[in-house]
């Protein structure tokens, strides 16, 4: 999501063009027939330089800043497939951490871009290790929070506050350099950070190295004040439970992949339901982020506003989540995705009549802050449902996915072009697919135990070898 509001800032500050030359121009129309006649320079208005502004991809041209989002996106599902693997085999920890270099980096290298060209080189590779980031930062707080926490921790201090501080980060900077610039900076913390945490003992029991997650453990039990001497001796009862649990399984080191997503029928149909659901929601949000240029009033403001909207979105469902038992995961994905149905209709209707105005800003603003809800529960449901062998490879396997949806998200509006409808028509679409195979195929997964191991091999239909 960092990657991603970068991109939004530098490359969605679409400029308005107010002339060529000394001349006043009404559009680009009259400035591309001015410019033919007479190579005049483009006047520009606008709120942020962006890389339209500085390197003057303006009016058809400005299409061409907005492809390179595809690329850059690609980046990101690399990224994901990657350092979902890695994080599985060598630590969470270590995956962050690479990731966080990474990015800190080649923002850096990014923000010295002499060109479009070199700019999509280099943020295509940060994009690599945003990828990284966003794959496994959220498998490690889930693998090291409580059950009961996990959903008001991650809407409370993930995401949505974030939007709602980078409009202000981006005015401030003024200039897409500025930006990459800051942004580089942020990683830079977020290093220094992570090497003050420990590795995730969970994926050290899953690895066999009981030991160095026994004392892990106990640090953590200690440093939240909540140990006891009587705790020792029931943790290492369930330590040896695990010791077991790996020496009946195999008597060496397993190594799994994505197939192993596939080794039941069951979770053939929860993955598939997973992807296809994933690209939906990203599709969705992005194709409106990436075209806020349609709204009316201030760039930054109405950023601020959608970030608050969402975040206040995710505090009642965090209240709610937290007090009530009954209002599990399936059900906040059910109604987030009612309500992003019903506000996308409504634009759709309202755009098909000829109408739209504040109608189109409000319906924007509620599809986003619901989809935010939905990335939300629905990664925190990939963690909860996944077994700890395999479960950076699901979130990893369902981000990658996730990312078809935003590479072509940005193009999806050039559909106006034969009616202003069919955009909202289509996402109206995609959001219904989801809903129908969301219901039939994910269980509920709130206050389940968080599993460490595959099915039996007799259960498999793939990867029994392993």
Known sequence: MRSSRNKFAEISATPNVVGCGNNIVNGCHEYNSLKNQSGCTPVLEYQFESVQVEFNYICDDAKKVKNTITVQTFGVLVGAAVFGQFSDSFGRRKALIISCVGNAIFNLISSYSPDLSFFIIWRTIAGVFAGGITVVQMVYMVENIPRHHRMWIQNSITWSPNLILFPYVAYLAHDWRTLCVVISAASVLSFFALMLLEESPRWLVQKGNLEEARRLIIKIRKIDRLYLEEFEEQLDDVLKIEAEKLARSSKKT????????????????????????????????????????????????????????????????????????????KLINILSMTFTLISLGVMAGYMYTGHGGSVVAIGTTVAIAMC???????????????????????????????????????????????????????????????LIIFCIFIPETKGVHLENHLPPKHKRIFGKRS
């Not at 994505?258 to 979770?267: D, P, R, S, V």
């Not at 109405?302 to 965090?318: C, E, M, T, Y």
């Not at 078809?404 to 028509?425: K, N």
């Open 254 to 329: 397993k190594k799994y992949t994505f197939i192993h997503l596939f080794c039941t029928w069951k979770m053939i149909a929860q993955t598939m339901t997973f992807i296809i659901g994933i690209i939906c929601t990203t599709f969705i949000v992005y194709a409106l982020m990436y075209n806020m240029e349609k709204l009316s009033g201030s760039l930054y403001w109405n950023s601020a506003a959608i970030g608050a909207s969402r975040w206040i979105v995710n505090i009642l469902v965090s209240i709610a989540d937290y007090k009530l038992h009954w209002f599990g995961r």
């Open 372 to 434: 935010s809800q939905l990335f939300i529960a629905k990664y925190l449901m990939v963690n909860e449902l996944y077994p700890t062998a395999v479960r950076n490879l699901a979130v990893s396997a369902v981000s990658t996915m996730s990312r078809i949806g935003s590479m072509f998200s940005p193009q999806l509006f050039y559909l106006i072009d034969i009616a202003e409808w069919i955009p909202y028509a289509v996402l109206v679409g995609f959001q219904l697919v989801d």
